[in-house]
């Protein structure tokens, strides 16, 4: 899943987290807008620690690629990455990009996105290329009086995308889902 969008940084460090364990979500999901969290439910095969789980794969900010720690234990994993004193100091708008990988249950047919923080302009692009998913429908749970651009690859060109663009402005606790057959 890549992530694109402006916004005005607040913190000089941005956290993902993947946690199987409710009240450490629950405290890390106070930290918004400086720590991303998803929960996996503890189950075979969905291990909130392993990389096959959850894995950041790449985050830049005005196109300059940034170094990303990540650190592992028992219940979770977490990927931080520094975006520098001078971008919040500045308190300009930057485009801030990033990729991760994640996994959900076969029979889940669902994956939903929280917005984070006030955000402008922003793109989701989901690649399921190397699934047996034949369609994923795209709902737009943003609130505006604006539409989000929804586009689909041509069945002529290989792999698998959907692109969501919203160029408005974005408010936190909204968001997108994608549902798959």
Partial sequence: MKWEYTVIPSHEVQRFACVSDRDEFGELVSEIPSTATWYLVPRPGFDAAKKGAFELVQYTIEGIERLIRRTERKTGQTYSVSLGHESVAAGKPVRISYTYKTITQRAGHLLHFDIDQP??????????SDSDISRVSVLDLIASTK???IERTP???PGKFVTLSFDWRVFPRTGIAFVWT
């Avoid at 955000?119 to 399921?128: E, H, I, L, Q, R």
């Fill in 119 to 128: 955000t402008k302009g922003m793109s989701v692009t989901p690649d399921y």
């Fill in 147 to 149: 539409h989000a651009q």
């Fill in 155 to 157: 069945v002529t060109v």
